[in-house]
């Protein structure tokens, strides 16, 4: 007689009420309740049915209930009766890889069509199940592109089922169907039933055969009136095969229904994370909720809040348990590791070496090197290559001066030791066999210390499944001896790792995916993430079966998709008296709309005041606002830096106009940011070879293009001969500049038309324009036109001089500084000018025509020597009040413009930003 229970879900405690039924039939003097076997859909229901049951028993002593998962206790019923190797479930799909020649992610697919084929036709043969396929395909007219693929997948299960069972192999699927044929020696006197109401044909097979050697049987069936339709199949499968009675434990009249829905909205993920937090929190200080681990917390898609949870749940100091939440893959010691094989298969990368060198897992890498690794990271500019890493660490760069660095020697041969190390793993990335790459990766493991901490239990727990995982990949070896390369190795042990999780034992509040929480009961239930794009979720997009075959064939489509995740909601809201229902309004630009479950509810302010994490109780205790932390910088020990006596440099001045506080930042306490440094030329690298070129062939005189073109060639070789970069970036500068030579050449005769006499190049000038002001500099070039001379300064941008602007004090005073320097020391200076070398073009100031006409205006007015000293008396006037200033131990943040603080690193300090 099998007792079928339909029991809804206000009676909350489903196992609780089965194991009492159990309990009042099963007298056990001697306590043994081991011929009692219990049976659940999911793992997290097996555990807490486990923990009612040890509530329920009076006596401490007890022999417990077998309690398992229906694949759990096949298994066991095979090792105790079959005779083949059981196939770890996670290798199937890179044995199927290596079957069909696939990737790893459609071969994921792959496997999941095989399970699911093998589920709704456990007594087919494939000639059978490929023949079935046929004929529904050519029914429904599938077109042939399709119908190709799909017959590429029943291939490849016709492969993985000849090859498992050549190999001597048997996965969970097989150990089902055996199992459900298996002739049992002995009989449970009771067998329970919990939580089941859509089970899959081989899973019915099972339990026919379980439920034929069981001599009493309770079946408890979750019961709505509205998903009645859902469980038919099951209850049907029961009466068909065997006697039943019912018994019905149904909803009340006051039980929850979706019109008393009452649900919150919050602005983001994380401010709803956070009111759950507060809420069990408040909770938990108020004595309503003791035991955490009888709230639940669940998400309809998990993965998007997990990182969020464990954010919000530290700070708000509350334990939790993420059920099936910690991914090996996930973890930070393997994706240390994974960045460790990667590096050696794609030739060292930057960032994922650096990753490596400064993992703490790995407790034998030398602390030098890992104290190094970041900053010689940021300041390398490599892209991969370990000659590139080896000479960096040897001789720096062009922009950082490795020889400060004290322990340069010990990093030096520490790399080289680690390179030595890495040798054998680098020479067989091509293609060696999968033993050999596991050999290599247990002598890596062993010399680089990973997770070689002994006092650390939970290190050695992770140790001790890495030493396993890398079994599983040994046993690989046997099926398939042919040589693969490293990548291909990466993507199997990636594949695992990502297979794998790690279940915690604790007393904190379960968090769990909503598929996982059927049938558990707590007191307090908050269901957050009920946005219209997530609850009901759309079905991921399937590229093997269109939705109409699955519906002929019984797979799950979509309408039996939305159909169960209905019920699993209405299943969740009507299991807790205490229910938090949420959505977040928004996530970045992506904005929600509650979910059509919530449409007949009510939305609720949810705000629980008063409740704070530790950061928050300390913001509130000592509360400021961060403008009030942020002051101006005046200092009087700036004097003696610009002393009268003391020379300043004429791009401090402009430096210190741009902004006072960056200026002293940057130039006084020299301090900068640091960058990461990119694989590229630095501007002011580029500024010195363009610099050092122009100076080698304009300095002489030259008689036509090709004489110019020859000395452009040797200046080009001997300025970058002895600069410490790439064979690579020096031929880029030689083309470029090759291919722009012809428009200098032509722009340097049109210099020479005004009556071009000489040019000196990166001429120092020093002077006193303002007395107590002493100046310093160098120009780039000054050119000798006529009686006059002309003043040039190189820009690799673009031009970026506007003379009105000088006289306003908008623009920079460096060429009109010079200008009055060689002024006092007796030049005739007409004009001044940058010469950019992107454009190939000279903005003058004054302008051309006006300093042609400036002999002219001389003669006829006798007022101004020239149209220059407009420009030379305003940027005198700008310089004294910015020296007068330094001089005060003034650095106020005063920019020039706004247009500069973008792009400052000080911006979110600034007072001037505050404001």
Known sequence: MVKIFYISREHTNTAELLFKEALKTEHRINIDYSNILYLSPTPAKVKEASEIFHQLVDSRCYIPPEMATIVQYCKKL?????????????????????????????????????????????????????????????????PEAVTKTINEGIRSYRDYQLFITKNGLVDEIDIMNYVSNLQLSTKNSLLILDGFYEPSNIEKNVLKRLIQYSEKIFVGIPYSKQFGKLIDGYVGFLKDNFETEEIFYTDSPGSSSPNSLIYSAYQGMEDEVEEIARNIKSLYLSGKLRDLRKAIITFP??????SIIGRVFHRYGIPYDIYRGNILGRMRPFLDFLSLLVSVAEGYPRLKFSQFLSSIYFTRIPDNIRKWAATLSIESGIISGKEMWLNFVKDGSENFDISLVKEKDAIERDMMWIFEKLQPLEDSRKGVDINTYVHLIRDIIDDFGFLSSVLDSNVRDLRNLNIELLKQISFLSTLYPQPITLNEFIDIFSHLLNSIHIETEGTGVRIMDLSEIHGLSAEYIFLGGLTDKDMPLRMGPDYLLPDNVKRRLGFVHLDKYIEMQTFCFYNVIRSSKNLHLSYPLMEGEDMFLPSSFLYSGEEVKGKIPGIFSKEEYLIKQGYKSFSENISEIKTQSS?????????????????????????????????????????????????????????????????????FQKR????????????????????????????????????????????????????????EPIKGMRLKGKIDRLDKIGDTVQIIDYKTGTLNLNCKQVLEGNENLQLFLYAAIAKNQGYRVSRVGIYSLKDISIKWCPSKRKARGSRLEIQSSGKKESELDDYIIAALRFLEEAVENMRKGNFEARPLNDYICWSCHEYAFCPYMQK
């Not at 452009?712 to 690579?728: C, G, L, N, Q």
């Not at 020096?730 to 049109?750: Q, S």
């Open 712 to 767: 452009a060639e040797a200046a080009i070789e001997t300025s970058m001969r002895d600069m410490r970069i790439d064979a690579y970036w020096k031929t880029i500068i030689n083309d470029t500049f090759m291919e722009i030579l012809p428009e200098i050449y032509e722009k340097e005769l049109e210099i020479r038309e005004d009556g071009y006499v000489s040019t000196e190049v990166e001429k120092t000038i020093v002077g």
């Open 639 to 707: 004097a003696a830096i610009f002393k009268p006596s003391e020379f300043i440099k004429v791009t401090d001045i402009d430096s210190y106009r741009m902004c006072p506080r960056r200026f002293f930042i940057e130039r006084v306490l020299k301090l900068k940011p640091m960058d990461v440094k990119e694989y590229e030329l630095e501007a002011n690298t580029i500024g010195t070879i363009i610099h050092r070129i122009m100076e080698k062939i304009i300095k002489e005189p030259f008689d036509s293009f090709d004489d």
């Open 78 to 142: 095979y090792s105790a009766y079959g005779n083949r190797r059981i196939l770890n479930s996670s290798l199937i799909p890179i044995i199927i890889s290596i079957l069909c020649g696939r990737g790893i992610g459609f071969s994921s697919m792959i496997a999941d069509f095989i399970r699911d084929i093998k589920c709704i036709y456990p007594d087919s043969s494939v000639d059978i199940i490929e023949q079935t396929f046929t004929d529904i395909l050519h029914e429904l007219n599938i």
């Open 301 to 306: 898609v998990m993965s998007k809040y997990s």
